[in-house]
């Protein structure tokens, strides 16, 4: 369930532009160092998810057509010519390259609701295809191969919606061929290089995961290794060498952190091999060779990026390229041959860069900025601070300031990420740069239940919904004080899922200390939400009782349910939901509105009947990020941009509130239901 409650998706799409203006209620920050920056100029992209064909020949990467993020492709080594080869309706923010290089597969959900189909769009003819044209089912990609460059293995639930199946599909003809019913009702299925199933996951009933080997003769299953439930954030598997014979992974069993092993599958001696570890924070990722599968490169993260090479015919590389740049770089993709890289560099100051690098002649050619206008404005740093709990965890945060006006005592929000299993970096972060733009310092804290930073750190965050996750938020906030950065009369407090959870909790625990909060799809009423998750996601029930709460025991989950003390409310709130929100459901935010207009408490209800979890739209992005401006110089008296149409333009449904906000425009009446509102006429297919 933890690794289920994802973040939020801060989309950065669109070219929508409005005119400045000037808080009146502003007075005590100087605006006349730095320009107010566009608000369409932070949540916009230029290009993004940069990948390169497996013969080292097409370069594609995201990019709006017609204000909608699509695939597009250019030759290599052409500059200039860049062309859409898929012209969705719905943004596209996942495709891979098939191993013919022929065809590019991308992934679309229908609204939100994260059904997701697979399309294969013909780079030759255009034409596009649903390789899973079942109805309201969920399909994966588990594995697409070089052996069988026409082919992919993907799982499906199209017979239980609660397991998948897995399915061989031509990706020319579209042909499907059944080859696993899931009856043993594993969770996860993997797939070796030759298409065949060779491992399998269940939850062992206690919050941990067991994992089964197959027998290729005799199609049995036996016991292969188990991650428990205090490894079972940190340890999960990543890749089988080439010749299918070693499996790759991360494993905390034997120590703190997460250290990358591999094991020999293809004898009855599992010999076990140490790779990489590191002592402060956990093996995040590991690159691979695309042509050996060996690994390359590991990954992990304290402060900031760390890299350990693990293949020594890649370290002159390396060396270059992080002399190339003060950027943090990642490895994004490769030729087949590795002879050609596609790079980035993310910087705290700027948004991120694409290089492609020719490995042969040791040189790093520019390929595009993710938002090239931004970088003519002048950014923020990132600031990277570790701040102690009241019982001593060190707690990594981040720390952005305006470049305008005082340095002490100035308004502050505290913006914390979702998950919980999840973590907050350094580097380009649009709702910093944003929220500094506008006269905001902005704090981001990886609190207790975070990952990377070890098992006893994650463990820390065990049933501490509410309480000692919350207590970390607090000891940040105390610590903003006393160093004279924050007014204590001016904090906000905001996230989406699980930050929207923190935010209801913070005025509802902590009213006294702060002056707002802002929620985005966030948990009320944690007795209620394991009767809405979709069945797919039931595997992982036993590890919503270890982390958050027994799911039997009621009387414990209404106490961490900020629902039961709205009562306690006294600051404003925004809240924004979208309609399809298949984790965090629409009476979740509609519960906690309700009982705050019951107490004639001041809310703001912003509902996106065309959005899920995330709001991946450019024009409702830029709507509630309109609101959200306009609340937070009402409440905090900072800078703000006025709202235009950017209301009008979205799918955004004000339900509460609009008139605590001066100017907001809506499309649809107080007074209406938002069944009524909802025009079914607006539906999008879910590709063109």
Not at 92 to 102: D, M, P, Q, S, T
Not at 263 to 284: M, P
Not at 596 to 625: T, W
Request: charged share 25%; proline share 5%; glycine share 6%.
């Amino acid at each position: 369930m933890m690794r289920s409650l994802l973040i939020l998706a801060l989309v950065l799409t669109g070219f929508v532009f409005a005119h400045a203006h000037q808080s009146t209620s502003q007075k005590d920050v100087d605006t006349e160092e730095v320009p107010l920056i566009p608000r369409a100029e932070f949540f916009s992209v230029d290009s993004m998810d940069v990948k390169i064909s497996p013969n080292g020949e097409q370069i594609t990467f995201l990019a709006p057509y017609e204000g909608v993020l699509n695939i597009w492709m250019r030759n290599t080594n052409d500059e200039q010519a860049a062309s859409p080869i898929t012209k969705s309706k719905r943004p596209i923010f996942r495709y891979l390259w098939a191993k013919n290089n022929e065809q590019i597969f991308f992934f679309l959900d229908f609204e939100g609701d994260e059904n997701h189909h697979i399309y294969a769009v013909d780079l030759k003819t255009g034409k596009v295809t649903d390789l899973t044209p079942f109805d309201r089912i969920q399909a994966r990609l588990i594995r697409g191969s070089e052996n069988y460059p026409d082919k992919i293995v993907v799982a499906i639930n199209n017979r239980d919606p609660s397991f998948r199946d897995l399915w061989e599909i031509n990706t020319r003809t579209g042909e499907r061929r059944l080859m696993y019913e899931n009856n043993e009702k594993f969770g996860e299925l993997f797939v070796d290089h030759d298409h065949r199933l060779r491992i399998g996951r269940k939850s062992d009933g206690k919050g941990g995961y067991k994992f089964f080997i197959r027998d290729l003769l005799n199609q049995s299953w036996k016991p292969f290794i188990h991650f428990d439930k205090e490894d079972s954030i940190t340890s999960r598997i990543l890749e089988f060498s080439a010749d299918n014979r070693r499996l790759y992974y991360l494993d905390s069993t034997n120590s703190n952190t997460a250290a990358l092993y591999s094991s020999n599958i293809d004898s009855n001696n599992l010999h076990t091999e140490k790779i990489a570890s590191e002592e402060k924070s956990d093996i995040l990722d590991v690159i691979f060779d695309p042509g050996t599968k060996k690994p390359r490169v590991a990954i992990s993260e304290f402060l900031r990026m760390q890299y350990t090479i693990l293949d020594p015919g890649i370290q002159a590389d390396v060396q270059y390229l992080q002399s190339f740049s003060e950027g943090d770089l990642s490895f994004v993709d490769s030729s087949l041959d590795s002879q050609k890289w596609i790079v980035s560099y993310s910087y705290d100051n700027k948004p991120i860069r694409y290089y492609l690098y020719d490995r042969p002649k040791k040189m790093a050619i520019f390929l595009f900025s993710a938002n090239k206008e931004l970088e003519k404005f002048p950014l923020t740093t990132m600031q990277p601070v570790i701040i102690t709990s009241r019982d001593g965890l060190p707690l990594v945060s981040y720390l952005s300031m305006p470049r305008q006006g005082s340095r002490k005592n100035i308004p502050m929000v505290l913006w914390v990420h979702g998950g919980p299993s999840a973590r907050d970096d350094w580097g380009y972060n649009v709702i910093h740069q944003w929220l500094n733009n506008r006269g905001y310092a902005v704090l981001s804290v990886n609190f207790r239940g975070s990952v990377g930073f070890g098992k006893k750190f994650v463990n820390a965050g065990n049933r501490q919904w509410s309480k000692k996750m919350q207590d970390d938020l607090i000891d940040a906030v105390n610590w903003s004080i006393e160093k004279g950065i924050a007014d204590p009369k001016k904090i906000c407090i905001g996230g989406a899922s699980y930050g929207g959870y923190a935010t209801l909790v913070g005025l509802t625990s902590t009213p006294e200390i702060f002056a707002c909060g802002v929620d985005i799809c966030g948990d009320s009423n944690l007795q209620t939400i394991l009767e809405e998750i979709p069945p797919y996601m039931k595997d992982e029930l036993e590890e919503f009782d270890y982390r958050i709460g027994p799911r039997d025991d009621k009387e414990f989950l209404k106490s961490i349910s900020p629902l039961y003390k709205v009562d306690k409310i006294s600051k404003p709130l925004l809240i924004a939901q979208g309609r399809n929100d298949i984790r965090v459901h629409e009476k979740q935010s509609t519960q906690i509105v309700e009982a705050m207009k019951k107490n004639h408490q001041p809310v703001i209800y912003v509902l996106f009947p065309d959005e899920g979890h995330a709001f991946v739209k450019i024009e409702n992005d830029l709507a509630f990020y309109a609101i959200m401006e306009a609340f937070l110089a009402k409440e905090l008296g900072g800078r703000f941009q006025e709202i235009g149409d950017d209301v009008k333009n979205s799918s955004a449904i004000i339900l509460e509130g609009k008139e605590l906000i001066d100017g907001i425009q809506g499309n649809c009446p107080l007074e209406t239901t938002s069944d009524q509102c909802y025009d079914d006429s607006k539906k999008l297919p879910a590709n063109s």
